[in-house]
């Protein structure tokens, strides 16, 4: 190996049913995740189930206004509380098997013959939480009986990579609406797509449209690869859109030096936060096979733009477009992850170099779990 080429992981990570499964336990199911956008439960008994490692967390919207998350599990004979994906209930959770029945706090409310019980403790026999915290606008959960720091955890991604925490208050993205959102169903590990976004190496290859907003691209260094650097907007272009054409007014508390810039962020182990002057596009990836992720991606814009039905299709479709042709290389990917020839792994050229530290993290949280 010469000094402009340092070792990838090799081949196994992507593909070993036996890794993956550590990373669910040791990764996704200890770390904090962000499962949901708040607003999307607006009312009391609003909820949504989400995948986290191995487990289907219930998010839900308490009389009080607060939100919970639990294990999505009965406590009395183990079957799983809402199926559905997202819903509203009035007043409580009921299992569907033997009507063991929760209030949207979690505490067990009723029962068959719950009264000829009276030794059972109704909250020691309530769903069982998890942690939760709210920031971005979204809620964070984790599983750990002992979460890790979320300061450290979270925050400190946004200080490493934008040089402060401060540097992302001026998007006030727990203010902003969504005014799009897409699924993807990304047949490819999650840790392709990790690599990808940390990268620029292939953007004049297959992002065209992003390069001729974001020049720099083209030479191959992500935003990414220096603390606090922001990619600055082509001379020509007037905003961040599929054709480089006007977008709408800065949001409102932003520094006037981050207009025509972009910025990416990864918070480890699955979102993407990607800041431009007029709207935020954030991405939370749900791993849910070895060699399949789901990536949920919301464009949030003023709630202004949102509330008066302005037109956002232009900005959507830029990174629409980054979207599909990077997990379109993901997908080239997958299948050689189980090649001969990639038994090894392959190389990161220098541009690339800073995704080593991605695989040393990731390495150190397996080798820690054993």
Known sequence: MTGSLISTLEGRYYTDQGIFAQEQASIFEKMWFCAVRSSDLANPGD??????GRESVLIARDRNGGLNAFLNVCRHRGARICVDEAGSVKRAFQCPYHAWTYALDGKLIAAPNLTSMPDVDRVEYGLTKVHL????????VCLADEPPSFEDDVLHAVTERLGSLDAIDGYEIDQLSVGKRIVYDVKANWKLIIENFMECYHCATIHPELTEVLPEF???????YYVGHGAEFGDEIK?????????????????????RKYYAITIKPQVFVNLVPDHVILHRMYPVAVDRTIVECDWLYAKEVVDTGRDVSRSVELFHRVNEQDFEACERC??????????????????????????EWLVGKLDSAD
């Open 47 to 52: 909820f949504r189930t989400v995948q986290v």
């Open 133 to 140: 915290r709210e920031w971005l606008g979204y809620a964070w």
């Open 218 to 224: 083209a030479d191959g260094y992500a935003a990414q």
């Open 239 to 259: 905003g961040f859109t599929v054709d480089g054409g006007e977008g709408f007014g800065k949001l409102a508390a932003l520094e006037e030096d981050r207009d």
């Open 334 to 359: 997958q299948p050689a992850m189980a090649s001969r020839a990639y038994a090894r792994g392959g190389v990161l050229v220098p541009s690339e170099h800073h995704i080593g530290g991605f695989h």
